[in-house]
């Protein structure tokens, strides 16, 4: 068909948020339209945002599922904090996310559905298509059912299933709009409907009406073009955090050259976790769904004492019913990665929400002086590097460790420049062989002086028979002891083992040597606390950034970094946890500035706050 | 490649060679003596090596045991031995696993844990010492206790109705079941030798006296005048008969849905691999708080897949299944779905 000649236009950067009641599909259609974005090689940064409810109440506010996307010829930092264009496929969507959208905003909108039923769920009287409201903004209005229905007539495909390949004709049309490429998406479709190819052709049918109707309808009379991003060169994906760390899980078992053994309960949001390492049994990862997260910790536990990478994955609430067995894990010294990918809390909070809140939990939630080591991804594909150094640290160390995701990068992806098998570190350590004491004992509590890590002795190894739990041990032998001295001296030297981990310095982002104030941040945060300095810099304003990865220990230049500052100013989505152990910890004037919302900070909120700060101190 | 199994090689060890240099720290008189004794004294005819075996326990005094034991071993955390025990079984087919606890350990606070070790067939020897007591704590009612015991938790009675161990972990799903005490030393190995002969989970309840906090508790069934009255010894392809001169029988009257004792009658023919669990449920019924008709020995041992195998299995046939080295399927797996390569 011929194509109106279109105006085509250039754009360094569009945040497209997509959408919908939760049935409407809008994780899929961001998915697939991220991927097609990945694919032409702009940088991308995205954020899924959904209600924990399967299905809520159709057509309602609470029910409202979305996908924001932000892409751009340049390398950014963030999902965006206002989309230029918002996909409402229903009313309440519309009423959820006008909040976020900028004036000049174009709004593409599923007419369909703005019924008198569908007005009134979400407390419109008069429609807002009709009575003026949205005036401020650009709206096109499609009638996205009835076209996709149209369009599948007599494709045989019964009416409900056209109907709901309505979000293939969303993306169709966005994908026209934003220039992609779609193969990817059809090879897509041929593989999640292999089994039922009636509904490969629809949905593809559905995906090109949509298309078609971009470049024939008067409604959008200019298509816009974003060209790729200049990155580093090398070989990308798009990937998720969790997706990430499961890969890093794998990768740290080939590079140990040992069996991986995850036991986990389900959790949201770290159940994708155990669902990628369920299917790469081939590397010898056992993946075990436990009876509880008790279980699940002590499964993991038990393949670490065997000879195993005992590793656990869940949220704050199985963090908290771990305790007891992260505490004995202590006392045993054997390694074990525990994976919290946090979300919104107390208790079962706001599940399929972010936050930063299990700071305190990880660094000190146990019975007892037990101090293990810490460690935070900064982005959905750090998650891969943090995941093999939470594992080497484990390992060398003979320690649990912490690792501290959450659902912002859990589930929020970016594009992944893929690491070199060979060049990724080498995680081996050895078992012990031989008894180390005299007349031919084998002492479990002798140290390595260089690590002061414990031989790890596995059942099977002939002449090391010996026995180890969580009764205070004796130095060296292991026995049972309750001598006040030793006991001191075992707490001590638990403490000194983790405190003396080297780990890298944190470095500090002051490209002008000149700035007075440092942001100090951890884990996932990293992306707008960079996007705010970025954006005060550009405008002359002088700030530094330092973000760290290792929470325990501490980097030991840290003390040194925060006294060369006037101000250090630490941003958390939480009440301020890593800025009370920096004050207590260097007794320097940190100043929190806090966001529990269960949403990541944007970058505009900490840019104001922080301009505030370089400007009057 | 099949995966590895615990190796079987004769090996002349002794009662001895499995006594660890740690002093035995029960109470005297404990019962818990007895039972380490039985367990070191039969250990040698399993022909395992000593390194390839680990005992895993809880919190209790029975919990005490691995360090007594000149073998590989846990003394772990309240109620978590047979989670910890799973972990390590399922991924290391080459090691005999034991798991010792106790009445408080395994059917109180790891109760979750017991019956999920049990549904999957884990395989592992799980050695219940039960004395109807908390000992360890000093003295108060267990899982196991007689409804109305008085304890220091419990000075006017307890309200607690208790488990019989032996129906739960049936109603577990359990493959192996068995009662023993810890006097009848002969009895107990007998027991202990099956339990080690069975692939998967061995349930091994086993009556343990407290002479401290709990003293006599089975009393009716150990003492030599009043024990042949009330003591079933259920012996494989035998009659279940007891009491002087065989008098009681344990018959299946008809339309009940039980086994019951009476004087005479056609005792039934004990059969453990009967498949169906009601048969050995039903055994287990016979006997409640009161110890009057006590069956003792295997109740059930039937064959079914362990979970230890089954993971194996998938671990081996999804390395069959593919080709090359680690390092290569790991470089095939980061790269897989949609690449796009930048100059």
Redesign the interface.
């Known amino acids: 068909m011929a194509a109106l000649a279109k105006r085509v236009e250039q754009l360094d950067r569009v945040v497209i948020r997509f959408a919908g009641d939760s049935g409407d599909g809008m994780q899929l259609t961001g998915d697939r339209f991220t991927?097609e974005t990945?694919?032409?090689?702009n940088d991308i940064s995205t954020l899924p945002n959904f209600p924990a409810e399967i299905r809520a109440p159709a057509g309602t506010l609470p029910g409202v599922s979305s996908f924001q996307v932000h892409f751009a010829d340049y390398d950014i930092l963030t999902p965006g904090d206002a989309p230029n264009v918002l996909v409402a496929m229903n009313p309440a969507a519309l009423k959820a996310n006008l909040v976020d959208l900028p004036a000049g905003a174009d709004i593409i909108v599923n007419t369909d559905e703005f019924s008198k039923r569908n007005l009134a769920k979400v407390g419109y009287a008069v429609s807002p298509l009709e009575d003026g409201s949205l005036s401020e903004w650009s709206v096109h209005p499609v009638a996205l059912t009835s076209m996709t229905v149209a369009a599948l007539a007599g494709s045989g495909v019964p009416k409900k299933d056209a109907e709901r390949a309505k979000n293939m004709f969303a993306l169709g049309l966005l994908s026209w709009m934003y220039s992609r490429p779609f193969e990817?998406t059809l090879r897509f479709l041929e593989r999640k409907f292999a089994k039922r190819p009636e509904l490969v052709a629809a949905n593809k049918a559905a995906f090109q009406a949509g298309w078609n109707f971009g470049e024939t309808t008067e409604t959008f009379s200019v298509r816009y073009e974003v060209k790729?991003a200049k990155?580093?060169?090398?070989?990308?994906?798009?990937i998720t955090g969790n997706a990430a760390l499961a890969?890093g899980l794998?990768?740290a078992g080939?590079r140990a050259?040992l069996?991986v053994?995850l036991?986990a309960y389900p959790i949201t949001p770290a159940s994708d976790i155990l669902h990628e390492l369920s299917k790469?049994?081939?590397?010898?990862i056992?993946t075990?769904q436990?009876?509880?997260e008790?279980?699940a910790i002590?499964?993991?536990?038990?393949?670490?004492?065997?000879?195993?990478l005992?590793v656990t994955t869940t949220s704050g609430p199985g963090v908290a019913l771990k305790g007891?067995?992260i505490s004995?894990a202590i006392a045993?010294e054997l390694p074990l990665v525990i994976v919290d990918v946090q979300r919104a809390g107390p208790s079962t909070g706001m599940p399929t929400k972010t936050e930063q809140a299990d700071l305190n939990m990880a660094l000190y939630g146990r019975h007892g002086e037990a101090p293990l080591a810490v460690i935070a991804p900064k982005s959905p594909s750090d998650c891969f590097h943090a995941a093999i150094e939470a594992a080497r640290i484990a390992l060398t160390y003979r320690t649990p460790v912490i690792l501290l995701s959450d659902n912002y990068v859990a589930n929020g992806s970016e594009p992944w420049l893929?690491?070199?098998?060979?060049e990724l570190p080498d995680l081996q350590v050895s078992f012990a062989a031989e008894p180390n004491g005299e007349d031919g004992r084998f002492l479990p509590y002798l140290r390595d002086p260089q690590t002061m890590a414990r031989p790890w002795a596995i059942?099977?190894?002939?002449?090391?028979?010996?026995?180890?739990?969580?009764?205070e041990k004796a130095d060296k032998t292991g026995?049972?002891s309750y001598d006040p001295a030793n006991h001191e001296f075992m707490v001590r030297t638990r403490a000194a083992r983790i405190e003396q981990i080297p780990v890298p310095d944190v470095e500090v982002e002051d490209p002008d040597e000149n700035a007075r104030v440092l942001v100090l941040g951890w884990g996932s945060t990293y992306g707008p606390i960079g996007a705010a300095c970025r954006a005060l810099r550009q405008r002359g304003l002088p700030i530094a950034q330092a973000h760290l990865r290792h929470l325990a220990p501490l980097p030991a230049n840290l003390g040194e970094v925060l006294k060369a500052y006037d101000k250090v100013i630490v941003p958390e989505m939480n009440l301020g946890q890593l800025a009370h152990v920096i004050r207590a910890k260097y007794l320097v004037d940190a100043v929190p500035f806090n966001q529990v919302s269960g949403l990541p900070f944007t970058a505009a909120t900490l840019e104001n706050m922080l301009e505030d700060v370089v400007k009057n101190g | 490649m099949a995966s590895p199994t615990i190796p079987l090689t004769p090996v002349n060890l002794t009662a001895k060679d499995f006594k660890s240099d740690q002093e035995v720290r029960w109470c005297p008189g404990c019962g818990d003596y007895a039972i380490l004794a039985a367990v070191q004294g039969f250990m040698p005819e399993l022909g395992i090596p000593r390194e390839n075996i680990v005992f895993v326990s809880g919190i209790g005094c029975s919990s005490r045991f691995p360090y007594y034991m000149n073998t590989y071993g846990m003394h772990s955390i309240h109620g978590r031995a047979p989670a910890i025990a799973t972990g390590l079984s399922a991924s290391r087919p080459d090691l005999s696993v034991w798991v010792v606890t106790g009445d408080g350990d395994a059917l109180s606070i790891g109760g979750n844990h017991l019956i999920h070790a049990l549904r999957r067939n884990v395989n592992l020897k799980i050695l219940l010492f039960n004395n109807r007591i908390y000992g360890l704590t000093k003295g108060q009612y267990s899982p196991t206790s007689e409804l109305g015991k008085i304890t220091k938790s419990t000075p006017v009675g307890s309200n607690d109705a208790p488990f019989n161990p032996l129906s739960l972990a049936l109603g577990a799903e359990a493959t192996f079941v068995a009662r023993t005490i810890d006097s009848d030393r002969k009895h107990l190995q007998s027991v202990l030798r099956a339990a080690a002969e069975h692939e998967g989970s061995a349930f091994v309840e086993i009556y343990q006296n407290c002479n401290i906090f709990n003293d006599g508790a089975f009393e009716l069934i150990k003492d030599a005048s009043t024990r042949d009255e009330h003591l079933i010894r259920l012996e494989q392809g035998q009659p279940i008969t007891f009491g002087t001169d065989n008098r009681f029988s344990v018959v299946h009257p008809e339309g009940s849905f039980g086994l019951q004792v009476q004087e005479g009658g056609t005792p039934l023919v004990h059969d453990a691999t009967v498949d169906d669990p009601a048969y050995a449920f039903a055994l287990s019924r016979l006997s409640g708080s009161d110890l009057n008709t006590t069956p003792i020995g295997v109740f059930r041992n039937v064959r079914r897949p362990s979970y230890d195998e089954l993971v194996q299995k998938q671990l081996q046939d999804a390395r069959a299944q593919s080709t090359g080295t680690p390092e290569e399927m790991l470089g095939d797996l980061l790269s897989a779905g949609d690449t796009w390569t930048i100059m």
Do not use: C, W
């Open positions: 991927s990945a694919q032409l090689g990817s790729p990155m580093a060169a090398g070989t990308y994906r798009n890969l794998v990768a080939v050259k069996p053994f036991g790469h049994k081939r590397f010898g056992t075990m436990a009876e509880d008790i279980a002590g499964a993991a536990l038990g393949a670490s004492y065997g000879g195993a005992g007891e067995t004995l045993l893929l690491p070199e098998v060979s059942p099977g190894t002939p002449g090391l028979e010996h026995r180890i739990g969580g009764l026995d049972i």
